[in-house]
């Protein structure tokens, strides 16, 4: 990178601008990512549903499925909620 200033600058200013936001922005951001991530990538999902079963055994499918979505919504809600901070 040949100038690496510019380009924390340029994050710090993006940062800053999506703190700026309100709740209900990051909210809706982040239930639109987490149906990115969940549905589109399929980010780490084999491990999740994997640690859930081990954890759940007495749970059934729907209800593992129902708690995987939930974990996304929650985990990207708080990566995002964090640049509020």
Known sequence: ?????????????LTYLFALLPLWVIRLKS????DLL?????????VVRDNLTRCFPEKS??????????FYRGFTY???SSFKL
Request: hydrophobic share 40%; proline share 3%.
């Open 31 to 34: 239930k639109l990512l987490a």
């Open 78 to 80: 708080q990566v995002l």
């Open 1 to 13: 990178m040949k100038y690496p200033a510019l380009s924390y600058y340029i994050l710090y200013v």
């Open 61 to 70: 499918e729907e209800e593992i499925g129902a708690i995987e979505r939930r």
């Open 38 to 46: 969940y549905y589109v990538l399929h980010y780490r999902r084999r």
